[in-house]
């Protein structure tokens, strides 16, 4: 006898086919998540899901996409006003943010931003990298730094910062004291190559 699966609890919306699917991957890899895993959690057929999302391809592009949203509210709510104190707390945030969800970060760049207009980019990646610039582009325009190519710092210090994350990530028993100074040490690192020595 066939077993159907039970009816769910919660009417399904697309919220809550991606908040399920979100919840997964944050168990587990991108590469492990299927729309049918995603079903029977829900208690329903994969073809249900159809209603809501195109295919799996769509389904984590859409949780990706929140989850750059979630990185640019925290870079938004830095209270910082000084452009290198910024810098330093948006670089915080972002190790804070990969290594709070490793499996949402992960997927977050199968979508990358794109610093120009001739490449094709994921509008979410983009809106994180643009808010993230900010603080750089203040810093340059103050005089603080002096560089002569404001996205290729900007690009610098976010692949410098990148690496930090991928770092704890994967583990090298770093405790929160040697994770702390790693991260301050590739802050001060690339701020020192990029400030302007007539604002020391």
């Known amino acids: 006898m066939t077993t159907m699966p039970a009816v769910p609890a919660t009417p399904l919306s697309r919220e809550l086919v991606l908040s399920t699917a979100r919840a997964q991957l944050e168990r587990d890899e991108a590469s492990q998540l299927s729309l049918r895993a995603v079903a029977r959690e829900l208690g329903v057929t994969a073809p249900a899901l159809y209603a809501y999302v195109e295919d799996k391809g769509e389904l984590l592009a859409a949780v990706a996409a929140e ?3 979630l990185l640019v509210e925290r870079f938004e709510a830095i209270t910082e006003t000084e452009p290198l104190d910024r ?3 948006v ?4 190790v804070d943010h990969a290594l709070e969800s490793p499996g949402l970060f992960h997927l977050m760049f199968r979508y990358p931003p794109s610093p120009t207009t001739e490449v094709d980019a994921f509008p979410p990646a983009t809106r994180a ?3 993230a610039s900010e603080a750089t582009a203040d810093a340059v325009a103050q005089g603080l730094m002096a560089v002569d190519d404001v996205t290729m710092a900007c690009m610098t210090m976010w692949a410098a910062m990148h690496g930090v994350a991928e770092v704890l990530l994967m583990g090298f028993g770093f405790d929160d004291e040697a994770a702390d100074r790693l991260v301050e040490s ?3 690192t690339v701020i020192a190559g990029h400030v302007n ?3 020391r």
Do not use: N, Q
């Open 197 to 199: 020595p007539l604002a």
């Open 186 to 188: 590739t802050i001060d």
């Open 67 to 69: 989850h750059f949203e």
């Open 87 to 89: 810098i330093r707390a």
């Open 129 to 131: 990298f643009e808010v």
């Open 91 to 94: 670089s915080r945030a972002y």
